[in-house]
Structures are given as structure tokens and as C-alpha cells.
């Protein structure tokens, strides 16, 4: 390299380094000016916040609403009658949530504007052994604590809550006359819980929404029930072959400690 290519080269860089300060100069220095922008509509896209008015649309909304019939996602001829569909098709149903007895425990709203709740599980819903275990299986994590795990109250924290949490044994829930005897009233504790009615806004039971899902509290319903049909029931009533199984059971329970009087030994 000759003496004048090395001025040279250094006249380019020295010329390149001061064009990027004269650009980067200007940022990141504490200015009263406001900054220059280069591409102003990179750095100040324009947006609406939610909320705010629009000069743009005629309603003046800046949150828009769907266009009428938009679906969450999909639409369920365009999804394939295959297996691995399955999941997208539930989903959308779920979002969509328009079967108003299965994701809510109503028929609707009387004159009043009071919830009408479904008397029974609705048919939507196959009420089997499977249901009825999962149904326990989630009791045990989210109820028992409170209801106990047979349902009588005498939860851990049930001596220690105030209002007193609500045994299924009590005769109100199998009052036709009582709403408690209603199963989708009992769908709609477990997903909203119980309004102490209070100006407050103090709940009495809070709600599970946020961890039951509709199927699971419609499991949990049908095992609300099941535990208290539990005690009406007679030996007469367990099919025959099994009778002598749970006699057994029953007699190697001898002095119940919590655990086992808790589950009754079932597993
Ligand atoms: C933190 C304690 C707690 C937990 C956990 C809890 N509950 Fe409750 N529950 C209560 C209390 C307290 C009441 C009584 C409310 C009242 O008397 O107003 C109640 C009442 C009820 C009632 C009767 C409502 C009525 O008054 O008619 C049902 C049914 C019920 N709970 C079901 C459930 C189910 C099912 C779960 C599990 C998903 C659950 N609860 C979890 C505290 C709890």
C-alpha cells in the first residue's frame, strides 16, 4: 500500500465514521428537539388505541365489531372428517359455546330475567362409569377440601369457613322444589360459584370456572349426585355378584380413620 492509498483509505473511513455519528449522533442524546426520524412511519405507525374514537368509520368505533356470521375459527365443512380433526371441531364448539344447556346449565331466562336451569345433565352428556370416576378424580382435587370427601361437609377447611359449606346429603338438594335439586344449578356453582348477595360482592363459595371445564363439571355434577344418592342406598341395591365384595370392604374398615372414611374406600 502506498503512502497515498493509505491517506486515501483513511480519508474513506474517517468520512464513514463521521456520516454514522452525524446519524446515530442524534439518538440516544438527551435533546429538547424532538428526534430526527428517518422513516417516520416506521417509528410512528399509525394504530387506535382500544377504546378511542375514529374520524374513519361512520360510527366512530375504533374497535370493530365481526362481520355478521364470522365463526370463531373454521368453519366445520372445511374441517375434515378425520381423527386428528376431532380436537379442532371441539375447540371450535368450545369458543363458540352456542349450546346454551351444556356450557352454561340453562334453557334460557324467564320474564324476570332470572337463569332457568336444566333439571337434569343434559343428553349431550353420556352420564357412565368413566364420567362418574372422572367426576370423583376432580371432586377430590377441587371440592373435597371444603365438602369433604364424601360430600357431608367436613372438609378440612369446612370448620374453618364461614358460611358453613353445603352438605349433599342435606334434603334440599333432592326437594324438587329447591333449586339445589336442579343439576344445572349445581353446573353453575361449580363454574361461577355462590354470591354471598351482599353489596360487597363477597362470594360465599368461590368459582371454579377457571380450573373445571364444562365437561369436567358436568362430571363433577353427575358425582354431587351420585354421592348423595349414596346414602339412600341399600345393600339391596349393589348388583349381587358385588354385594359380597363390598361387605367385606366394609367389615376390614373397622375403626375408619380420616382417609378412609373420607374415600369410604373406594378407589
Ligand atoms: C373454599 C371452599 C369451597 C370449595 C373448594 C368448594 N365449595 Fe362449594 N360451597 C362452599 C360454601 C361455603 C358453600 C355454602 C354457600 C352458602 O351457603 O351460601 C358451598 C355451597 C355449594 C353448593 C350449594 C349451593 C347452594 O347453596 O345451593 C354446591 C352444589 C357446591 N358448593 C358444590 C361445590 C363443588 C362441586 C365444588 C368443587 C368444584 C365446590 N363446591 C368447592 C365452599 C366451597
Redesign the pocket.
Known amino acids: 500500500m502506498t503512502m497515498n492509498q493509505l491517506t486515501r483509505t483513511l480519508l474513506v473511513v474517517g468520512l464513514g465514521v463521521g456520516v454514522s455519528g452525524v446519524v446515530s449522533g442524534c439518538r440516544g442524546d438527551r435533546e429538547d428537539a424532538p428526534p430526527r426520524q428517518f422513516f417516520p412511519d416506521l417509528d410512528d405507525s399509525p394504530k387506535w388505541k382500544p377504546q378511542s374514537k375514529s374520524d374513519f368509520y361512520s360510527d366512530s368505533r375504533t374497535m370493530r365489531k365481526p362481520v355478521v356470521g364470522t365463526v370463531a375459527f373454521s368453519t366445520s365443512s372445511f374441517v375434515p372428517a378425520e381423527a386428528w380433526a376431532d380436537h379442532w371441531k371441539q375447540k371450535r364448539t368450545d369458543l363458540l359455546k352456542e349450546d346454551r344447556e351444556f356450557y352454561e346449565g340453562i334453557t334460557g331466562y324467564d320474564k324476570d330475567g332470572k337463569p332457568v336451569f336444566v333439571t337434569k345433565i343434559p343428553s349431550s352428556v353420556v352420564v357412565d362409569d368413566a364420567l362418574i370416576r372422572r367426576g370423583q378424580e ?2 377430590n382435587i ?6 369433604g370427601y364424601l360430600g357431608d361437609a367436613k ?1 378440612t ?2 370448620a374453618l ?6 352438605s ?1 346429603y342435606d334434603p ?2 333432592a326437594d324438587p322444589k ?3 335439586s336442579q343439576d344445572g ?2 353446573f353453575h ?2 363454574r361461577w ?2 354470591p ?1 348477595g351482599g353489596a360487597d360482592g363477597k362470594m ?3 368459582a ?1 370456572g377457571h ?2 371445564n364444562e365437561r369436567d ?1 358436568w362430571a ?2 353427575a ?2 349426585r351420585a354421592l348423595g344418592a349414596s346414602r339412600q342406598g341399600t345393600i339391596e341395591d349393589v348388583p349381587e355378584a358385588m354385594r359380597d365384595q363390598l361387605l367385606k370392604k366394609r367389615s376390614a374398615i373397622s375403626t375408619p380413620g380420616p382417609g378412609v372414611a373420607s374415600t369410604g374406600g373406594v378407589k
Do not use: D, E, L
Not at 377441587?142 to 365438602?147: D, L, M, N
Open positions: 376432580r371432586f377441587y371440592c373435597s377440601a371444603c365438602h372438609g377447611v369446612s369457613y364461614n358460611p358453613v359449606p353445603a349433599f334440599t338438594f329447591n333449586v339445589r344449578w349445581i356453582t361449580i360459584g355462590k354471598g360465599n363459595m368461590p371454579y380450573a373445571v363439571a363433577i355434577t358425582y354431587v
